[in-house]
């Protein structure tokens, strides 16, 4: 049974930092592409930042480039996402996603649709 759990989240002031972590088992995930998506109160989940199956490729979405990085550690089949710079709108519920498709590949789906795999997710809280 795939399943992807993520940790790391909780309340933070402003300009803080956090580094979210994201374990997948039940399958090997080192050739797929993974994201975090978010979600805000009362919003639609949205794509925050993604990294190709081939690990060459990494994406974000405007509001967080320059403060967010996404990585993985492969032999863990972890992902991690890296914030800095934290701001009251980075709050929301942060989710990891693995997608089956463009294994080894360069392309980093941002849609949800594109994703096979979800955690459960995680609560960040930024205060100002």
């Known amino acids: 049974q795939v399943q992807l759990v993520e940790s790391g989240g909780g309340l933070v002031q402003a300009g803080d930092s956090l580094r979210l972590s994201c374990v997948a088992s039940g399958r090997p995930f080192s050739r797929s592409p993974m994201a975090w998506f978010r979600q805000a109160p009362g919003k639609e989940r949205e794509f925050a930042a993604g990294?190709?199956?081939?690990?060459?490729?990494?994406w974000y979405t405007d509001s967080v480039k320059g403060r967010f990085t996404i990585s993985r550690d492969n032999a863990e089949n972890t992902v991690f996402l890296q914030m800095t710079t934290l701001k009251p709108e980075d709050t929301a519920v942060y989710y990891c996603a693995a997608a089956v498709t463009w294994e080894s590949g360069t392309y980093v789906p941002t849609a949800r649709y594109e994703y096979d795999y979800w955690g459960q997710g995680t609560q960040v809280t930024v205060s100002s």
């Open positions: 990294i190709s199956g081939s690990d060459t490729n990494t």
